[in-house]
């Protein structure tokens, strides 16, 4: 089946420093990849859409340019955190849509990567 | 918005039946999803729904739609413990298979033995 993985699974950063994560889409091509965002006990949260080839789609109250995302291939798009700070640790979820959908338009998960921000 | 609802916790004995139940608001959504969250993971898809169906069962999983009343639920039958997670209900906004999934606020399961 689809498979979305996550790199890294957790990172510890100093305050001030930028992290990436990267996702890739394994066993498919994905026009479509989202990031959400995840806090504790609390429900995912769509942060931005990215299409291969352009420009993010940011969500209402997303930094742009904190949150900064590539999807140069169809198979992977990053998440750059810059210049992070504690309030940015949360869990990083990213999700991707297959170049031909089924009707139900199955988005595939990746397993998530843990922010911690000292 | 779209404004997606659910309690946050149940607690069965194995062997049970679960029901786990959602509301959300936009009549126009077409597309109606339940995921399940172990920890420190990301989301697995358990079933969908199509917004003209009523209920659709699969192996121990039945899922309930009520459009009227725009609540969804999620039965799971023979709850193991293996059962225990966090059950999102997702409802893709608007009638297009491309709008975006809101998400509820999950319902933790915690099946006791």
């Known amino acids: 089946g689809a498979v979305v993985s996550q790199h890294p699974s957790w990172v510890i950063c100093k305050s001030g420093t930028s992290v990436k994560i990267e996702c890739r889409s394994l066993?498919?091509?994905?026009?479509?990849m989202f990031w959400y965002r995840q806090f504790p006990k609390q429900s995912l949260m769509l942060m931005a859409t990215s299409n291969e080839g352009s420009k993010a789609t940011y969500e209402q109250g997303v930094e742009k340019d904190k949150f900064l995302i590539n999807h140069a291939s169809l198979t992977l798009s990053t998440l750059t955190v810059t210049s992070a700070h504690p309030e940015d640790s949360s869990f990083y979820i990213c999700s991707a849509r297959a170049t031909s959908a089924s009707r139900y338009n199955e988005q595939f998960f990746g397993p998530g990567t843990r922010l911690t921000v000292l | 918005g779209e404004d997606v609802e659910q309690s946050l916790f149940l607690s069965v004995r194995e062997g049970d039946s679960s029901v786990i139940n959602c509301t959300y608001t936009d009549s126009s959504s077409t597309y109606l999803y339940w995921y399940k969250q172990e920890p420190g993971a990301g989301l697995q898809l358990l079933t969908y729904i199509f917004s003209n169906m009523d209920m659709k069962q699969d192996q121990r999983l039945t899922v309930l739609l009520n459009k009227k009343d725009k609540h969804l639920s999620l039965r799971i039958a023979d709850t193991q413990t293996g059962d225990s997670a966090i059950y999102f209900c997702?409802?893709?906004?608007?009638?297009?298979?491309?709008?975006?999934?809101?998400f509820g606020q999950g319902t933790t399961l915690q099946v006791k033995p």
């Open positions: 997702a409802v893709r906004h608007g009638s297009s298979n491309t709008g975006k999934l809101i």
């Open positions: 066993d498919f091509q994905a026009t479509t």
